[in-house]
């Protein structure tokens, strides 16, 4: 079983940034493959960007150059940079992680982008 709390969403300007912070339990955090995914209302669940336990990632189109993952093994922590946030990233933002065939979930934070 691996827990995992979100931090970091809020209130943000269009064209601002934010940093969401995922921690995760257990001791294996290292070889875990970990993910942001977003759901807007009225919308399903995607994927916003994964990284793998050697740090590889992949982005979704809509996010690319602008969001960035990174992890910090020493911490169990994933982050997501948010950068020149538009009105349609708006969403709550969940963390993901896969370990051994199975999938863990936070339980999500709003990011909501808004002047």
């Known amino acids: 079983q691996v827990q995992l709390v979100e931090s970091g969403g809020g209130l943000v300007q269009p064209g601002g940034s934010l940093r969401l912070s995922c921690a995760a339990s257990?001791?294996?955090?290292?070889?875990?493959?970990m993910g942001w995914y977003r759901q807007a209302p009225g919308k399903q669940r995607e994927l916003v960007a994964r990284?793998?336990?050697?740090?590889?990632?992949n982005y979704a189109d809509s996010v690319k150059g602008r969001f960035t993952i990174s992890r910090d093994n020493a911490k169990n922590t994933v982050y997501l940079q948010m950068n020149s946030l538009k009105s349609e990233d708006t969403a709550v933002y969940y963390c993901?992680?896969?370990?051994?065939?199975?999938?863990?979930w936070g339980q999500g934070t709003q990011v909501t982008v808004s002047s």
């Open positions: 993901n992680c896969e370990a051994w065939g199975a999938d863990y």
């Open positions: 990284i793998s336990h050697s740090s590889s990632t």
């Open positions: 257990g001791s294996m955090f290292s070889i875990y493959v």
